[in-house]
């Protein structure tokens, strides 16, 4: 069983979800103070002090009481003005961690001591993370070993133009979602139990549905990385597929996000961002992929088994001789 301070929870704006240099609205004014009575079977030893942060935007205290057997949690959280300004974001980022570490724990059926939230792990989440880890790294394999038909032969030309800018936004995505993956608690089992708690089953339900789809992103734009630099022939198709799977992603999310009346504060907002951001995205990307000369005398590369490759210095291949145009003027 787990205990989380769900209130404090439910204000605080998440810095993943933000600008990365902000401001971050906060809901202003509010004041929140929340304890949890926690009836333990005998004395119980807690793993934490009280903990205090005060600044110009935000104050939160944490205080532990014992008293024999009965434990109370007290938690407050008051905000003193409408947003984090940006020069304190980086600050922010580590408050919210140590402030999320204090919120969530974790009462073992046996024992004596209580678990914080850092240390409890949800093992359904991690087995479903290991399980598309290894689907994924099966299909990169199959993937990875096909070959399109290109009319423009080796070498082709470098890696240059807008090519360069759809390159980050591929590099930037598995760092982001990440980041989110590891600071949202998909792997917390106090946030689980919490889930349980206020939505059941189809709220936990939905938890494993975004860390799956997150996971999924996230290798198939390391996968990309991987043949963008290599300026493999299958990249143009590979962004294709994976531009419509993760809008098909967000929108499956959003059909069932609809139907829960449980949600976090902010969910279904964050939700319809990312659904109309993934549409233009990939829309704008895919035209290009598309119309553009220079991704066609880019993308060139075909697959080369490892001894083939190693063999390729010692023979020597005839090719039809072909004039690149210059994809500058054509793009």
Same mark, same amino acid.
């Given at each position: ?20 240099? @902000?401001?971050?609205? #906060? ?14 079977? @005998? ?19 944490? !205080? ?7 434990? #109370? ?7 003193? !003005?409408?947003?984090?300004?940006? $020069? ?8 919210? $961690? !140590?402030?999320?570490?204090? =919120? ?26 290991? /399980?598309? +880890?290894? @689907?994924?790294?099966?299909? %990169? ?24 800018? &759809? ?8 760092? /982001? ?27 936990? @339900? ?14 198939? $734009?390391? +996968? =990309? ?13 590979? %962004?294709?597929?994976?531009? /419509? +799977? !993760? ?15 449980? &949600? ?15 549409? %233009? ?40 001789? /072909? ?9």
């Amino acid at each position: 069983m787990g205990t989380y301070a769900h209130a404090i929870y439910d204000q605080l704006p998440n810095p993943a979800t933000s600008y990365k240099n @902000g401001p971050l609205a #906060l809901s202003y004014p509010q004041s929140i103070h929340q304890v949890i009575e926690l009836h333990m079977p @005998g004395k119980w030893t807690f793993p934490n002090d009280s903990y205090e942060i005060s600044n110009e935007s935000y104050r939160f205290t944490f !205080k532990v009481i014992e008293r024999d057997s009965v434990i #109370l949690l007290d938690y407050t959280f008051k905000t003193i !003005k409408d947003c984090i300004d940006e $020069t304190a974001m980086t600050r922010y980022k580590e408050d919210y $961690t !140590k402030i999320i570490s204090l =919120l969530e724990y974790t009462l073992p059926e046996s024992g004596t001591s209580l678990t914080s939230g850092e240390g409890s792990v949800n093992w359904i989440a991690v087995i479903l993370g290991l /399980v598309i +880890a290894i @689907g994924l790294f099966l299909l %990169f394999r199959k993937y990875n070993a096909s070959s399109d038909e290109t009319r423009w032969f080796q070498p082709g030309i470098k890696l240059g133009g807008w090519v360069i800018v &759809l390159g980050i936004t591929i590099l930037l995505q598995p760092i /982001v979602n990440l980041y989110s993956l590891f600071s949202d608690n998909y792997f917390s089992l106090s946030g689980w139990e919490y889930l349980g708690s206020i939505g059941g089953g189809r709220l936990q @339900g939905i938890l494993l549905m975004e860390e799956a789809g997150m996971l999924i992103i996230i290798g198939m $734009t390391c +996968a =990309l990385c991987y043949w963008f630099m290599k300026r493999r022939d299958i990249f143009p198709r590979m %962004f294709i597929i994976y531009a /419509v +799977a !993760k809008f098909s992603i967000v929108l499956l999310l959003s059909f069932c996000y609809a139907g829960t009346s449980s &949600l976090p504060d902010g969910v279904q907002t964050t939700n319809f961002k990312a659904l109309y951001q993934s549409f %233009f995205y990939g829309l704008i990307w895919i035209t290009y992929l598309k119309r553009s000369e220079r991704v066609k005398q880019t993308f060139t590369y075909p697959y080369i088994p490892h001894k083939e490759a190693d063999n390729e210095g010692e023979s020597e291949v005839e090719s039809e001789d /072909v004039t690149l145009q210059d994809p500058d003027k054509t793009e």
